[in-house]
């Protein structure tokens, strides 16, 4: 079957750096998609990975490695608007979409 | 600006009553999705649409939900009859493929 995980929660501090990871398993890969959903809101695209390494923008980085199937994302300098649910998705080789169940981070002042 | 809208934000229902959702796709997009989410099971693909040809709705129940692109700028979601574990945030999303989707405001069901 197809599956992705990721941890249910993470608990971190204000100017922390904290890493939220996901691994995979699927049919195929074309492309690993990190989103941001904030409680009541949509899902905001972040991060885009199709190749191995690692990909920054910003405080944001997010890490791939297809051998592995495992991505991580990196979160410096923590603010307390990075509480949110991070979604962890996978373009698999059968053109679809899956969705983990998202990590939800909390961060404390 | 460009943005994926959806219609209505917010729906309660009683048990058997048909609901329709809508969704403008982003101009230019050439693909449509429609999901729920829940606490219990986070995001779920129900349909996915590629120039507006229905490519994936093996998440969606068969017997109660339909899913349909009459033109390209509206996509439509319908439930008939409804239930209560229906109740869910509905999103549609639109992108290119192999690029990023943009997701919609989401449409909050209740159905009693």
């Known amino acids: 079957g197809q599956n992705i995980d990721q941890p249910t929660e993470m608990t971190a501090t204000e100017g922390a750096i904290v890493q939220i990871n996901c691994t995979y398993q699927t049919s195929g890969f074309n492309g690993l998609f990190w989103y941001q959903q904030h409680a009541g809101e949509a899902p905001t695209f972040l991060s885009y990975?199709?190749?191995?390494g690692l990909e920054e923008k910003g405080r944001f980085s997010s890490f791939l490695s297809r051998s592995k199937g495992y991505s991580y994302l990196l979160l410096k300098e923590l603010q307390m608007k990075d509480s949110a649910s991070y979604l962890c998705?996978?373009?698999?080789?059968?053109?679809?979409?899956?969705f983990g169940t998202g990590t939800r981070l909390k961060v404390l002042a | 600006d460009a943005r994926v809208t959806q219609t209505p934000r917010d729906k309660v229902t009683e048990m058997g009553q048909e609901v329709t959702m809508r969704c403008q796709p982003i101009?230019?997009?050439?693909?449509v999705f429609w999901y729920r989410q829940t606490m219990m099971q986070g995001l779920e693909l129900l349909a996915y649409?590629?120039?507006?040809?229905?490519?994936?709705d093996s998440g969606m129940p068969k017997d109660r939900f339909s899913a349909e692109m009459p033109d390209a700028t509206l996509a439509t979601l319908k439930i008939q009859p409804s239930e209560p574990r229906d109740s869910a945030v509905y999103f549609c999303?639109?992108?290119?493929?192999?690029?990023?989707?943009?997701f919609g405001p989401g449409t909050r069901l209740t159905v009693l």
């Open positions: 101009l230019g997009h050439n693909t």
């Open positions: 649409f590629r120039n507006r040809a229905p490519l994936d």
């Open positions: 990975n199709v190749l191995d």
């Open positions: 999303a639109s992108g290119l493929v192999r690029n990023e989707q943009f």
């Open positions: 998705a996978v373009f698999s080789g059968t053109y679809k979409y899956i």
